[in-house]
């Protein structure tokens, strides 16, 4: 049991190149969430998941793109990538069900944008 | 529009004593509240959680109180180690707004 992986740990990317951040769980839970983290910061959500073929926004959305196919999978699209995108990004699960929201994060992956 | 705020980014604590961290929310809509520890080069894990309904959860070491008329939540670690030194998250909401953190030091 893995639990939340992420690929890769770290990339350097240069401004308006295009990445995928990927994000994987095996705990078949139905949420997903994508966040970054900024320097001194809380998290941000930027989208979210409640089930296969199902995404959201969340508070900060532009310049991202997901897509959700399968319960296992949700990948971070960035397109166009730009200094303000520098920043670790969390991809999280977790179950739909009973009274517990509680998110299983991965490792992170540092992003910086030059 | 922070609607999450954990307005001390530090807090230093000696080993033994009790560490409190507090977080402030603004939605009176929020239905659940997690604390969340977190070491460098980590993702977030999960450490207590509390429901609207309940005004204090309590795990071990952890307990969370929930004051919801002055929309304020706080964590005690009782007692302290310094294994605890971490960044310390307060959460809330279905959509899991987050606050900035604040930076728990346990001195041996």
């Known amino acids: 049991n893995a639990g939340v992986t992420q690929t890769p740990k770290f990339r350097i990317l240069k401004i308006g190149q295009s990445m995928t951040l990927q994000c994987a769980q095996d705990?078949?839970?139905?949420?997903m969430y994508w966040y970054r983290q900024d320097p001194g910061m809380g998290l941000k959500l930027i989208y979210y998941?409640?089930?296969?073929?199902?995404?959201d926004k969340g508070e900060v959305p532009n310049g991202y793109n997901v897509s959700r196919s399968t319960t296992e999978d949700f990948p971070l699209r960035l397109e166009l990538a730009a200094p303000s995108q520098t920043s670790v990004y969390f991809c999280?699960?977790?179950?739909?069900?009973?009274?517990?929201?509680?998110?299983?994060f991965g490792p992170g992956t540092r992003l910086t944008v030059t | 529009d922070q609607q999450v705020k954990q307005n001390s980014p530090s807090l230093s604590v000696q080993e033994g004593r009790i560490s409190i961290l507090n977080c402030d929310y603004t939605?009176?809509?929020?239905?659940?509240f997690l604390w969340y520890k977190k070491y460098p080069a980590e993702g977030p894990t999960f450490l207590i959680s509390?429901?609207?309904?309940?005004d204090k959860n309590e795990d071990g070491r952890f307990t969370v109180f929930l004051n919801k008329s002055a929309k304020h939540l706080s964590l005690h670690i009782v007692p302290s180690q310094p294994g605890d030194s971490a960044v310390y998250f307060c959460?809330?909401?279905?959509?899991?707004?987050f606050g900035a953190g604040t930076r728990l030091t346990v001195k041996p």
């Open positions: 999280a699960s977790s179950t739909s069900t009973g009274e517990s929201y509680e998110q299983y």
């Open positions: 959460a809330a909401g279905n959509d899991m707004r």
């Open positions: 509390i429901s609207s309904i309940k």
């Open positions: 705990m078949n839970h139905n949420y």
């Open positions: 998941s409640v089930g296969a073929g199902i995404t």
């Open positions: 939605n009176s809509m929020f239905d659940y």
